[in-house]
C-alpha cells in the first residue's frame, strides 16, 4: 500500500482537470482512474478498472502508450519519471496531452504501480492565453497608471492659463543648466518675453480677452521650443524661455521668429478679432552674464530697452569683455 500512496502522490500535484490513471505495470491493467479520466473515456470508473489501453483505444494508440510506459519502467529507478507528448483522435476528436509517468518500486509481494497524469495541451495553452492576457492587461494598466501620475505630476507644474511651467520649475530648470554649463564650459540663452500693452479691443473684452492671449501666447510658445529647452509663465504678463546649448546670435534669430509670429496671430474672442505684440530681451551664459542673478538682471535690462524702444521689439543684452 505505500507504494501505492507513493505512485498516487503526482495526483496531489496534478491540476484541476487533469486526468490520472494507475495501473498495474506487469499487465497494464487500470486499478484507479480519477472521475476526470473516467468522464473523458465516456466510462464509469469501476468500467474502467481491470482494462488495458488495449481495450479502450484503437491499436496504434495503445502501442505507443505502452512504449512510453515500458520506457520509464526500464529506467529501473523507483521514482523514475517521464514525460511524453501524444497527439491523436478518440472519440472523433483530436487531442493533444503531456503525460508524465512515474513508476513504484515494487511492494512486499513485487507488484509495481504506474502512475500517469495526463494534462490537455489544448487546455493548458488557453490558460497560459489567458494568464498572457491578464499580464498583458495588468501591465497595460499599469503603464496607464504611471502616464495619469506623469501627467498629474507635470500639471502641478503648469499654469493652467497658458499651459506653461509655473516660475518656481522654470528656476529649477536654470539653475541645473547653470551648473551643467560651468561644468561643460558650453553656452545658453534666457529670454524674457512681455505682452505689450493691450489694445482696445482686449480691453473692452477684459479677462476673457486677456485669457484668449495668454492661451496663444503658451501654444506658441511651446510650438516654438524644443524639448531641450523651458518655457514658462513669470508673472502676469511676462514669460521666460531656456534655449538650452544656444549662443546669443542664434537666440536672436529664433525669438525674433516668434516676434514675427505673435505680430501676426490672430485670435478670436465673442465674434471680436483680437491681435497681440511682444517686448523681448535676451541675455546668454557666459557671454552676458556669468551668474544665474546676472543672466536674469542682463535679461530684465534688455527687455526695457525692447520696450523703450515702443515694444513688438527683440533686444540683446550688452556682451561683457573681461579685463586685460
Given at each position: 500500500?505505500?507504494?501505492?500512496?507513493?505512485?498516487?502522490?503526482?495526483?496531489?500535484?496534478?491540476?484541476?482537470?487533469?486526468?490520472?490513471?494507475?495501473?498495474?505495470?506487469?499487465?497494464?491493467?487500470?486499478v484507479?482512474?480519477?472521475?476526470?479520466?473516467?468522464?473523458?473515456?465516456?466510462?464509469?470508473?469501476?468500467?474502467?478498472?481491470?482494462?488495458?489501453?488495449?481495450?479502450?483505444?484503437?491499436?496504434?494508440l495503445?502501442?505507443?502508450?505502452?512504449?512510453?510506459?515500458?520506457?520509464?519502467?526500464?529506467?529501473?529507478?523507483?521514482?523514475?519519471?517521464?514525460?511524453?507528448?501524444?497527439?491523436?483522435?478518440?472519440?472523433?476528436?483530436?487531442?493533444d496531452?503531456?503525460?508524465l509517468?512515474?513508476?513504484?518500486?515494487?511492494?512486499?509481494?513485487?507488484?509495481?504501480?504506474?502512475?500517469?497524469?495526463?494534462t490537455d495541451?489544448?487546455?493548458?495553452?488557453?490558460?497560459?492565453?489567458?494568464?498572457?492576457q491578464?499580464?498583458?492587461?495588468?501591465?497595460?494598466?499599469?503603464?496607464?497608471?504611471?502616464?495619469l501620475?506623469?501627467?498629474?505630476?507635470?500639471?502641478?507644474?503648469?499654469?493652467?492659463?497658458?499651459?506653461?511651467?509655473?516660475r518656481?520649475?522654470?528656476?529649477?530648470?536654470?539653475?541645473?543648466?547653470?551648473?551643467?554649463?560651468?561644468?561643460?564650459?558650453?553656452?545658453?540663452?534666457?529670454?524674457?518675453?512681455?505682452?505689450?500693452?493691450?489694445?482696445?479691443?482686449?480691453?473692452?473684452?477684459?479677462?476673457?480677452?486677456?485669457?484668449?492671449?495668454?492661451?496663444?501666447?503658451?501654444?506658441?510658445?511651446?510650438?516654438?521650443?524644443r524639448?531641450?529647452?523651458?518655457?514658462?509663465?513669470?508673472?502676469?504678463?511676462?514669460?521666460?524661455?531656456?534655449?538650452?546649448?544656444?549662443?546669443?546670435?542664434?537666440?536672436?534669430?529664433?525669438?525674433?521668429?516668434?516676434?514675427?509670429?505673435?505680430?501676426t496671430?490672430?485670435?478670436?474672442?465673442?465674434?471680436?478679432?483680437?491681435?497681440?505684440?511682444?517686448?523681448?530681451?535676451?541675455?546668454?551664459?557666459?557671454?552676458?552674464?556669468?551668474?544665474?542673478?546676472?543672466?536674469?538682471?542682463?535679461?530684465?535690462?534688455?527687455?526695457?530697452?525692447?520696450?523703450?524702444?515702443?515694444?513688438?521689439?527683440?533686444?540683446?543684452?550688452?556682451?561683457?569683455?573681461?579685463?586685460?
Amino acid at each position: 500500500m505505500d507504494a501505492l500512496l507513493a505512485a498516487l502522490l503526482p495526483a496531489v500535484l496534478a491540476r484541476k482537470g487533469d486526468l490520472l490513471a494507475v495501473k498495474d505495470a506487469r499487465s497494464g491493467r487500470h486499478v484507479h482512474v480519477n472521475d476526470a479520466m473516467a468522464k473523458w473515456l465516456r466510462r464509469p470508473a469501476d468500467d474502467v478498472v481491470g482494462r488495458t489501453d488495449a481495450e479502450l483505444f484503437d491499436p496504434t494508440l495503445a502501442t505507443a502508450l505502452r512504449a512510453a510506459e515500458q520506457t520509464v519502467l526500464a529506467q529501473g529507478e523507483a521514482g523514475a519519471v517521464l514525460v511524453s507528448e501524444h497527439s491523436f483522435e478518440h472519440a472523433g476528436t483530436r487531442h493533444d496531452f503531456s503525460v508524465l509517468r512515474q513508476a513504484s518500486a515494487a511492494d512486499r509481494d513485487g507488484r509495481r504501480w504506474l502512475t500517469s497524469v495526463w494534462t490537455d495541451l489544448a487546455l493548458a495553452r488557453q490558460r497560459d492565453a489567458q494568464l498572457r492576457q491578464a499580464l498583458e492587461q495588468i501591465e497595460q494598466q499599469q503603464r496607464a497608471n504611471d502616464a495619469l501620475r506623469r501627467e498629474l505630476a507635470d500639471q502641478a507644474l503648469r499654469d493652467p492659463a497658458s499651459g506653461l511651467y509655473t516660475r518656481a520649475h522654470f528656476e529649477d530648470q536654470l539653475r541645473r543648466e547653470v551648473d551643467l554649463s560651468t561644468r561643460e564650459h558650453r553656452e545658453f540663452a534666457v529670454v524674457f518675453v512681455e505682452l505689450d500693452p493691450p489694445s482696445e479691443k482686449v480691453r473692452a473684452l477684459g479677462d476673457a480677452g486677456q485669457a484668449r492671449i495668454l492661451e496663444a501666447m503658451g501654444r506658441l510658445l511651446r510650438g516654438g521650443t524644443r524639448a531641450m529647452d523651458a518655457s514658462c509663465r513669470h508673472d502676469d504678463r511676462r514669460f521666460a524661455v531656456l534655449l538650452s546649448g544656444v549662443g546669443l546670435a542664434t537666440a536672436h534669430a529664433r525669438m525674433e521668429g516668434l516676434r514675427r509670429q505673435c505680430a501676426t496671430q490672430i485670435v478670436v474672442q465673442d465674434g471680436v478679432e483680437l491681435s497681440f505684440s511682444v517686448s523681448m530681451g535676451v541675455a546668454s551664459f557666459p557671454h552676458t552674464a556669468h551668474t544665474q542673478d546676472e543672466l536674469l538682471a542682463a535679461c530684465s535690462a534688455a527687455l526695457a530697452e525692447a520696450q523703450r524702444r515702443g515694444g513688438n521689439h527683440v533686444t540683446l543684452a550688452a556682451i561683457r569683455f573681461e579685463a586685460t
